[in-house]
């Protein structure tokens, strides 16, 4: 048989019947998050010099006058009147510098003063490419640079103006795909933290479980708070119930007293808690069209549908079984999108027609799980 289905179709088989997935257990922490502890983003605007010629150029005025205003600062005034006015027609001719987006992730476990961030480089000019350039030293906000009181709940540092300061980013700029993009870059341990990052995430001696996107419901979150009510935890307590569930995504739960000298210890008691894992609200297929690799999650099913794509004709209503081979020989009353691809396979179906068809069943409300195009 000629291999022209090169790509590997992944299908999820359930290991065991109903019985043994209904018993299927796991513990809090793998299904939700405590409020607080999630990343966060600085930024800045910085400018790359050292480029070969493609840069952003004289006219385009943002780098010009960012350019100058480095330059100002560096105690060298453009200009013949030594005077804080910048004069821009002495950079007309700069093609060697380029205006750029700085972002660097601060993790979800916080940072401390003279932790060093990974950062992301980005062209917003007219520049051609960022090979070969340096990022000049460049200070980073966020996450909201204009909200002072907001921003000193989560940083421990001296403040530095309305438009706090919390690290400097600089380096040499890579380039990882020039074939790709030569305007993005990166520059590894490139940022430098100036002050402690803190995550609070105890807030009136209360603290907030958030339930991960894909486990989020009302019944999944009524249950961990029943399952923290009725724990050991509520029972060391002696001050009623201890967990509300608030929605469908959010459960807090009260700090009891001999806890709030160390809410650490007691966080880590609340997600190792056991729960039965909850069951995924719908089957799932994930595509991704740049690999082109399909994911299937085994109980997806499929409408009764006869599938016509260039010359391959498959019938998937099992009323249909005397005239066709049966394409699920199982004989359910609903098909399973494993076995549609799997006829796809034996007839040698080009990938991309494969997801055209799950699209084309999609669109039709046939396909019986959600859809995700990565």
Known sequence: MPRRFRTLVLVLLLAA?????????TTLNSICHVKGQEENTLHGIGIVVGLKGTGDGGEYLPMVRTLAT??????N??????????????????KNVALVMVTATVPAGGGRQGDKLNCKIS????????????????PLQGPVPSVDQQASNLFKGPDVGRNRVYGFAQGDVVVDDAKTS???????????LEADFYHPFMLDNKITLVLDRDHAGFQVAQDIADLI????????AQQGYLARAVNQVNIQVAVPKQYRNDPVLYVSQVLSLPIQEPQVKAGRVVINEKTGSIVIDGDVEIGAVVV????????TDPANSKRFVPLDPEGNSNTKLK???????RVNARNEDTIDIIKSLKRMGKLHGNLIIE
């Open 17 to 25: 019947g109903l019985s043994s997935a209904a018993s299927a257990r």
């Open 70 to 75: 480095a330059i100002s600062r560096m105690g």
């Open 77 to 94: 005034h453009l200009g013949t009147t030594g005077t804080p006015d910048l004069n821009l027609k002495e950079l007309k001719d700069t």
């Open 123 to 138: 062209s917003i000019g007219n520049a051609k490419s960022l090979v070969g350039g340096t990022l000049f030293v460049t």
């Open 182 to 192: 030569t305007t993005i870059g990166k520059i590894f341990e490139g940022a430098q």
């Open 229 to 236: 009510n009725s724990s050991q935890l509520s029972f060391e």
């Open 308 to 315: 016509t794509h260039k010359d391959i004709v498959i019938d």
């Open 339 to 345: 076995a549609l691809v799997d006829a796809l396979n």
